[in-house]
């Protein structure tokens, strides 16, 4: 396992045990070249899922490793603030800025639910301002 750190490809699992839940085994690390500290999770896969569209296209949801750099930066930017407690506010303004940057429409539909949109009215002001800042 790569460190998230450094790169470092020499790691060592210190420490193995199950989820809650039982699905999945969390292991924590520890990196030979930067000294740092990191937790994975390791669960089963069963199958690769695809979505068939209407017209006969096959593709797959979000590629899961996109995902999981995405989320994967973010906790890394979260770690290097040196905070051990984290607002939700701040969270949820970050996945809102890097949504923005990469899917529009899950920016819009993480933003209707994080900002408690009530009304159509509330989406044309969002959008309005979206349409102006771009």
């Known amino acids: 396992?790569?460190?998230p750190f450094c790169g470092n490809e020499d790691t060592q699992v210190k420490d193995s045990r199950p989820s809650e839940d039982g699905s999945a085994i969390r292991r924590r690390r520890f990196c030979t070249g930067c000294?740092?500290?990191f937790t994975t999770?390791?669960?089963v896969q069963?199958?690769?899922l695809v979505v068939v569209k209407q017209d006969g296209r096959r593709v797959r949801p979000v590629q899961e490793e996109r995902m999981e750099r995405i989320v994967n930066g973010l906790v890394r930017q979260l770690e290097a603030s040196g905070e051990s407690d984290i607002p939700s506010q701040q969270i949820g303004e970050m996945v809102m800025e890097t949504l923005k940057e990469v899917d529009a429409v899950a920016y819009v539909r993480f933003a209707s639910v994080y900002r408690n949109f009530r009304e159509a009215k509330d989406f044309e002001t969002f959008?309005?301002?979206l349409g102006d800042a771009g």
């Open 41 to 43: 999770v390791e669960r």
């Open 35 to 37: 000294t740092q500290r």
């Open 1 to 3: 396992m790569r460190c």
């Open 46 to 48: 069963l199958r690769e």
């Open 127 to 129: 959008l309005g301002k």
